[in-house]
């Protein structure tokens, strides 16, 4: 039975509070193809490694619709150190496919560009990612649907871990913002109600790093209850080479 209360949702075993920073694993599977996992090995072994990727667990906000529908839900409903192979129905995935988002676009947006579009290329227009369906003269066809839009998906999820210790809490808020972060480039003080970052010298030059501090900024003065919180860019001089 699921008692659904004020912030939480109460299955037969803990309750898991909405809002909670969780550490996840999960492998996602369409028609029993690996398209997605956290497992770097795994990854290598079924041919979707991508060295682009950052691998090893998630961390997410339970329950704040940061994952699609399925899992967002799942995760309320499980305990730490639970693993749940999931069944989910396309509206519970990515969702079922829109007529209204496949568009024509004309030529003329894509030559502004000098892209010359070709079938499957994938586009951005306007912020929206979509793939090109076909191209014929000066009417070009695109799908804005996500591609696993209308597809039944099947996951394998666990809950590594509850994050709770004010450091660690500021770590994984960091790492949400700033995805490459890591305990060995950031250095994390906490003095009472005082949050201080020192940030790593390649954060220096990310785009829209006002706004990633501001949003790293707004989660630990909510999670954390602090009512200062700093950052340290650093800037290095670099060694000139001797001949």
């Given at each position: 039975?699921?008692?659904?209360?004020?912030?939480?949702?109460e299955t037969n075993g803990e309750i898991m509070e909405k809002g909670k920073l969780v550490k996840i694993s999960y492998d996602g599977y369409v028609e029993e193809n690996l398209f997605d996992?956290?497992?770097?090995?795994?990854?290598?072994?079924?041919?979707?490694f991508n060295p682009n990727m950052v691998y090893g667990s998630v961390t997410v906000s339970a329950g704040e619709k940061m994952l699609i529908p399925g899992l967002d839900s799942a995760i309320m409903e499980m305990n730490v150190g639970e693993e749940r192979e999931l069944d989910l129905a396309a509206e519970d995935a990515f969702g079922k496919r829109d007529a209204s988002q496949v568009k024509i676009v004309p030529m003329k947006e894509f030559k502004k560009h000098n892209v010359n579009p070709i079938p499957g290329m994938p586009v951005n227009i306007d912020n929206k990612i979509g793939k090109?369906?076909?191209?014929?003269?000066?009417?070009?066809?695109v799908d804005f649907n996500h591609e696993l839009a209308g597809k039944d998906l099947k996951y394998k999820l666990k809950i590594e871990e509850v994050v709770e210790a004010p450091e660690a809490v500021a770590l994984e808020v960091a790492k949400l913002f700033i995805p490459r972060i890591s305990e060995e480039n950031l250095k994390i003080t906490i003095d009472g109600e005082n949050v201080t970052l020192d940030l790593p010298e390649n954060t220096a030059f990310m785009q829209n790093l006002q706004m990633v501090k501001m949003g790293i900024s707004n989660e630990l003065i909510k999670r954390l209850e602090a009512k200062k919180v700093s950052f340290i860019d650093n800037f290095v001089k670099k060694e000139e080479k001797t001949e």
């Amino acid at each position: 039975m699921i008692i659904v209360a004020i912030g939480f949702i109460e299955t037969n075993g803990e309750i898991m509070e909405k809002g909670k920073l969780v550490k996840i694993s999960y492998d996602g599977y369409v028609e029993e193809n690996l398209f997605d996992t956290t497992n770097e090995e795994l990854a290598k072994e079924q041919g979707i490694f991508n060295p682009n990727m950052v691998y090893g667990s998630v961390t997410v906000s339970a329950g704040e619709k940061m994952l699609i529908p399925g899992l967002d839900s799942a995760i309320m409903e499980m305990n730490v150190g639970e693993e749940r192979e999931l069944d989910l129905a396309a509206e519970d995935a990515f969702g079922k496919r829109d007529a209204s988002q496949v568009k024509i676009v004309p030529m003329k947006e894509f030559k502004k560009h000098n892209v010359n579009p070709i079938p499957g290329m994938p586009v951005n227009i306007d912020n929206k990612i979509g793939k090109v369906v076909s191209a014929n003269g000066g009417r070009i066809l695109v799908d804005f649907n996500h591609e696993l839009a209308g597809k039944d998906l099947k996951y394998k999820l666990k809950i590594e871990e509850v994050v709770e210790a004010p450091e660690a809490v500021a770590l994984e808020v960091a790492k949400l913002f700033i995805p490459r972060i890591s305990e060995e480039n950031l250095k994390i003080t906490i003095d009472g109600e005082n949050v201080t970052l020192d940030l790593p010298e390649n954060t220096a030059f990310m785009q829209n790093l006002q706004m990633v501090k501001m949003g790293i900024s707004n989660e630990l003065i909510k999670r954390l209850e602090a009512k200062k919180v700093s950052f340290i860019d650093n800037f290095v001089k670099k060694e000139e080479k001797t001949e």
